[in-house]
T-cell receptor, first 111, second 116 residues
Framework: SQQGEEDPQALSIQEGENATMNCSYKTSINNLQWYRQNSGRGLVHLILIRSNEREKHSGRLRVTLDTSKKSSSLLITASRAADTASYFCATDATGANNLFFGTGTRLTVIP | GAVVSQHPSWVICKSGTSVKIECRSLDFQATTMFWYRQFPKQSLMLMATSNEGSKATYEQGVEKDKFLINHASLTLSTLTVTSAHPEDSSFYIC????????????FGDGTRLSIL
């Protein structure tokens, strides 16, 4: 299976704290993306980082990518209760359009 | 922009019936659409890749006669679950690309299918 793995599986923090999620994948990639899913809903794209990039920022989000370790991390700073959701990393390979998703992290932000 | 609409959002039907799920790109033309299946508290598993005007490419282990995919236009792909059984109950999500290789994918809101 090309599915990646994420840790932790679940994370519970207080509002205002930072949340860090990690993703590991198995094969060479073209891009790595992070998506968010609220319960019972579709996915919302958060950020895309290319294989030749090492770090990317978008608002309160910071993503790092280490292709030598085949891993990525997503940091959400100053968390809010509305950040409560599941977060998935997804990778695509050069020349392929389909995505392979990680196992996901369920984040709960306590008000 | 880049809105994908999926319909219906929830369907309950009896075992043995066939169910059709639609995935539409509302403000762009989608040359490629994807169908995923998600079990509770699990990740998304790619079922098939659908290219406009050609046969879908199914992932290993996905029965193409069970899950019929049609991508007849640049804005519509359909997934038909034929002779559905309780084990087919799941959350089905579609996504679309506006150009090959042009990530990210744009996702629909999903369809919750419950087979009684």
């Amino acid at each position: 299976s090309q599915q990646g793995e994420e840790d932790p599986q679940a994370l519970s923090i207080q509002e205002g704290e930072n949340a860090t999620m990690n993703c590991s994948y198995k094969t060479s990639i073209n891009n790595l993306q992070w998506y968010r899913q609220n319960s019972g809903r579709g996915l919302v794209h958060l950020i895309l980082i290319r294989s030749n990039e090492r770090e990317k920022h978008s608002g309160r989000l910071r993503v790092t990518l280490d292709t030598s370790k085949k891993s990525s991390s997503l940091l959400i700073t100053a968390s809010r209760a509305a950040d409560t959701a599941s977060y998935f990393c997804a990778t695509d390979a050069t020349g392929a359009n389909n995505l392979f998703f990680g196992t996901g992290t369920r984040l709960t932000v306590i008000p | 922009g880049a809105v994908v609409s999926q319909h219906p959002s929830w369907v309950i039907c009896k075992s043995g019936t066939s169910v059709k799920i639609e995935c539409r790109s509302l403000d762009f033309q989608a040359t490629t659409m994807f169908w995923y299946r998600q079990f509770p508290k699990q990740s998304l598993m790619l079922m098939a890749t659908s290219n406009e005007g050609s046969k879908a490419t199914y992932e290993q282990g996905v029965e193409k006669d069970k899950f019929l995919i049609n991508h007849a236009s640049l804005t519509l792909s359909t997934l038909t679950v034929t002779s559905a059984h309780p084990e087919d109950s799941s959350f089905y999500i579609c996504s679309a690309l506006d150009r090959p290789g042009n990530q990210p994918q744009h996702f629909g809101d999903g369809t919750r299918l419950s087979i009684l």
